[in-house]
């Protein structure tokens, strides 16, 4: 697989919403997209349910790592005990693509991919996962899917039905995974996920200092052959050297800070160590001596 750079944040694919046939908003919700934009509201739980249901579409589809593999070994070691953060249950899972990327969903589900832990440490991964986080819980991922209904024809949709509408179609959904593809987090959005990073980091006892190498890192690939390409996908994001001089600044002030040297990245499973089953006991030939 041809190796793509992909900026780090939420990240669907069309198919994974094009075979779906999924009750997952509320009747409130969906009364109020038949009355138009001006009644639409969209809560944590609609948000949630449709997260749902996509993550595990995209899981369907994607090399998910099995639980012996030693990707998903070394994310759940980092991440086993960040199970839940500010009252947001999370899940791990690693696809194993070379894709540079990590998105998370707005029910609590991300997302790595393996190319991003082939080049980043796990304190540089914690860091990037630890931003990711940040967009669940401050209701970045709901306010994504919020505006992909809002930009897309759904509202058409809605409109012509009577009364409620109880059931998605696959169609309705593929118009939302277009959407969501397009979606970008504003640059205020980003900059409070990166703090988030840095806060998570020092309050789990981590080296803050990887935040800062972790954007160095992105940084570099901006600027390596496929800039353009990194150049066009990072438009919505702060800049990387930014984000980077910004966490280093933070350290400083916290009297943290130290030039962070990349550790070594394993991802492949421990070898197994089989142990030999002890030799069983011969018994002693006796001999009787003739008198």
């Known amino acids: 697989m041809k190796k793509k750079l992909i900026v780090l944040g939420i990240l669907f694919a069309a198919f994974g919403f094009t ?6 908003l509320s009747d409130k919700t969906m009364g109020a997209l038949g009355k138009g934009v001006s009644g639409f509201t969209f809560s944590d739980a609609d948000a949630a ?3 749902k249901e996509s993550i595990a579409e995209m899981d369907a589809n994607n090399p998910v790592a099995a639980a012996t593999d030693g990707y998903s070994i070394r994310l759940n070691r980092l991440f086993g005990k960040h199970t839940s953060s500010e009252g947001v249950t999370l899940n791990y899972k690693v696809y194993l693509v070379k894709d540079i990327n990590a998105f998370a969903c707005a029910d609590g589900s991300v997302r790595v991919f393996a190319g991003l832990m082939d080049i980043m440490d796990d304190n540089e991964l914690l860091a990037v996962i630890g931003h990711e986080i940040g967009h669940v819980v401050n209701h970045d991922t709901r306010d994504a899917i919020k505006a992909a209904y809002k930009k897309e024809a759904l509202l058409d949709a809605a409109s012509s039905q009577s009364g ?3 059931t998605l179609t696959g169609s309705q959904l593929g118009k939302i995974g277009s959407a969501m593809i397009d979606s970008k987090h504003s640059r205020k959005q980003e900059s ?9 980091m020092k309050k789990n006892g981590y080296d803050v200092n990887a935040v800062e190498s972790a954007f160095r890192i992105l940084q570099n690939l901006s600027e390596s052959a496929e800039a353009s ?3 066009k996908m990072m438009s919505s994001h702060p800049d990387s ?3 980077a001089d910004d966490a280093k600044k933070r350290a400083v002030k916290d009297g943290l800070y130290k030039e962070y040297i990349q550790q ?3 991802n492949t499973a421990p070898a197994k160590t089989t142990t030999k089953a002890p030799a069983k006991a011969t ?7 003739k008198k």
Do not use: H, P
């Open 19 to 24: 075979k779906m046939n999924a009750q997952i």
């Open 49 to 51: 349910a449709l997260a």
């Open 164 to 166: 409620k509408i109880e």
């Open 192 to 200: 409070q996920a990166d703090t988030f990073s840095y806060d998570f």
């Open 229 to 231: 390409f990194i150049t």
């Open 241 to 243: 050297g930014k984000r």
């Open 264 to 266: 070594k990245i394993v």
């Open 283 to 289: 018994a002693k030939k006796t001999t009787t001596k």
